[in-house]
């Protein structure tokens, strides 16, 4: 009997991750420049410690205004409460995460590690390469 494809069939391994103590407009320069929807927040380590989101971008944005200057790191606005896949995980469970979910991407962990991330896109392009 054949297994059903992975995610780590499909996952993106070059990840662009934030630092926790990076200044919070330029994680948001960078979100923008790569036309990402957010990313993954590691530490100094490589453990994953949270996720920055546009959404959480805009709320640095809106503060910013309301005392005329920037300030605050990515560790000020990041979500640290993350949702993750595991690498292991057949594809159409995965596509049942994301179609229960808000998010547009999870990071993907193996052996309690980020190994890779993996975007609606990525499954998509996933499923249908199984129909070809």
Request: contains cysteine; glycine residues 6%; neutral net charge.
């Amino acid at each position: 009997m054949n297994q059903r494809p992975r995610i780590r069939d499909f996952m993106a391994t070059q990840v662009v991750t934030l630092a926790p103590d990076l200044e919070t407009l330029h994680a948001m320069e960078l979100l923008l420049q790569k036309k990402f929807s957010g990313a993954p927040v590691v530490d100094e380590n490589g453990k994953l410690v949270g996720a920055l989101s546009k959404k959480d971008c805009l709320m640095a944005a809106l503060n910013a205004s309301y005392h005329q200057q920037w300030g605050g790191v990515v560790a000020d606005y990041m979500s640290t409460s993350v949702e993750t896949l595991d690498a292991n995980l057949d594809l159409v469970a995965a596509a049942e995460r994301f179609l229960g979910s808000h998010y547009r991407r999870f990071p993907v962990m193996e052996n309690g590690r980020m190994t890779g991330q993996i975007s609606r896109a990525d499954l998509l392009r996933a499923l249908a390469e199984q129909w070809r």
